[in-house]
Antibody, heavy 121, light 113 residues
Framework: EVHLLESGGDLVQPGGSLRLSCAAS????????MSWVRQAPGKGLEWVSA????????YYADSVKGRFTISRDNSKNTLYLQMNSLRAEDTAVYYC??????????????WGRGTLVTVSS | DIVMTQSPDSLAVSLGERATINCKSS????????????LAWYQQKPGQPPHLIIYWASTRESGVPDRFSGSGSGTDFTLTISSLQAEDVAVYYC?????????FGGGTKVEIK
């Protein structure tokens, strides 16, 4: 069965750092681009970042560029999001989402259940 | 960036009646390689992650009931639920994947009247 499981969400102070992980199973992980999408409490969806299947290309929303880094370890079927210089406005549920091609994420046919990141003092 | 604008923000429809959600992109999202519009629709039920229901503007994802349909071209798109069922209560989002950054509409909440 195909599955994505996020972890690493926590309460962190402004300016702090956090690393999210997403463990994938049930599909050939390296064949698909992956993304992080977030949802602030009671708000809509916001795409955060994407990475190609082999990890050679990465993309970021302007709101996180220079602070967040996406990466993947295809030997471990795991996607990561390193988040630095966190701000209150980064508070959200972070979803890991599977794209439908290797080069770019396009749309997302599989989502994890999300992990909550709260940035507050 | 391509801005996606959904309307209405919410709607209440009687069981068995039609629900129509609109999505407008700030520029064309027609992918020239296949002449299809780069638009997806998602359904998000309370406490759950989003679920893909439509891609390429009108292609239904496997397992999605045929009461869900997508249409439109250019910059104007529509998601139609032909006969609303109780399990369709959710927030619906459109998303363009024509260019980065990928962008979502603000969402439309569908409720039972």
């Amino acid at each position: 069965e195909v599955h994505l499981l996020e972890s690493g969400g926590d309460l962190v102070q402004p300016g702090g750092s956090l690393r999210l992980s997403c463990a994938a199973s049930g599909f050939t992980f390296s064949s698909y681009a992956m993304s992080w999408v977030r949802q602030a409490p009671g708000k809509g969806l916001e795409w955060v970042s994407a990475i190609s299947g082999i990890g050679s290309s990465t993309y970021y929303a302007d709101s996180v560029k220079g602070r967040f880094t996406i990466s993947r370890d295809n030997s471990k079927n795991t996607l990561y999001l390193q988040m630095n210089s966190l701000r209150a406005e980064d508070t959200a549920v972070y979803y890991c989402a599977k794209g439908v091609s290797s080069g770019s994420a396009r749309y997302f046919d599989l989502w994890g259940r999300g992990t909550l990141v709260t940035v507050s003092s | 960036d391509i801005v996606m604008t959904q309307s209405p923000d919410s709607l209440a429809v009687s069981l068995g009646e039609r629900a129509t959600i609109n999505c407008k992109s700030s520029q064309t999202i027609l992918y020239s390689s296949n002449n299809k519009n780069s638009l997806a629709w998602y359904q998000q039920k309370p406490g759950q992650p989003p679920h893909l229901i439509i891609y390429w503007a009108s292609t239904r994802e496997s397992g999605v009931p045929d009461r869900f349909s997508g249409s439109g071209s250019g910059t104007d798109f529509t998601l139609t639920i032909s006969s609303l069922q109780a399990e369709d209560v959710a927030v619906y989002y459109c998303q363009q994947y024509y260019s980065n950054p990928l962008t979502f509409g603000g969402g439309t909440k569908v409720e039972i009247k």
